[in-house]
């Protein structure tokens, strides 16, 4: 069972594989595995505690970042993500990212940003696509056309509570739907950015 990974200069943690959205260009429908890690599929998922004996197994001084990201939305498993920030915060100054489809209130039933202060020095969202009707075409979410609004509301949110919160996309997305996406996310408060895709997952410093 992969717990932790590295890649590139970080240190990702997979804590789920379940997610709301079936994303078209999610790695799941090719591959089983990122950077040095074995399969990240689960036979089940790993208690709190399993994840932070993972962590503990690797030395975070080796590492630029601690990352939640794995086969799945780590926000579906947001209470234990957040206990385990709280034992690395008590023994590491590591900074501490997770990257997220921006759905957990949807998730939760509830405002989750608050949550997020003191636990994360980064979140990095999703954006994927500039309308409710595209986003739901791309990544058929589990709540219609209801997701994309979340998304842009948590991301609103949540920079309140987090020093560095940002949106990316991928380059293969039209020009004129790029830019629709560039003024959305300024209209959060969050950074934009556009990253290079790669089908393969070859590390980029913007990932």
């Given amino acids: 069972m ?39 599929w689960f036979k089940y998922e790993p208690t709190k505690e399993e994840i932070w004996d993972s962590i503990q197994q690797r030395d975070l001084t080796e590492y630029r970042q601690l990352v ?19 034992q690395v915060r008590a023994v ?15 998730i939760h039933k509830k405002p989750t940003a608050p949550l997020f202060a003191g636990n994360f020095d980064m979140v990095s969202v999703s954006l994927n ?3 409710p009707e595209k986003y739901d075409a791309l990544c058929h979410s589990e709540y ?28 293969t997305m039209p020009p004129k739907d790029l830019e629709e996406c560039r003024r959305l996310c300024e209209e959060t408060g969050a950074k934009f950015e556009v990253r290079h895709y790669e089908p393969d997952w070859q590390d980029s410093p913007k990932i």
Avoid at 5 to 13: A, E, H, I, K, Q
Avoid at 151 to 161: Q, S
């Fill in 2 to 40: 992969t717990i932790t990974y590295r890649y590139g200069d970080n240190l990702y943690v997979n804590v789920t594989n379940r997610c709301p959205n079936a994303c078209e260009f999610c790695l799941r429908a090719t591959g089983d595995k990122v950077g040095d890690s074995g399969s990240l």
């Fill in 68 to 86: 939640f990201c794995g086969f799945g939305e780590p926000a579906c498993r947001l209470e234990e993500v957040l206990w385990v920030c709280q």
């Fill in 92 to 106: 590491s100054p590591i900074p501490i990212r997770i990257n997220t489809n921006g759905l957990s209130d949807l």
């Fill in 129 to 131: 696509a500039p309308t």
């Fill in 144 to 171: 219609g056309l209801a997701a994309l609004p979340a998304v842009l509301k948590f991301t609103h949110e949540v920079t309140a509570y987090v020093p560095y919160v940002r949106m990316t996309v991928v380059d």
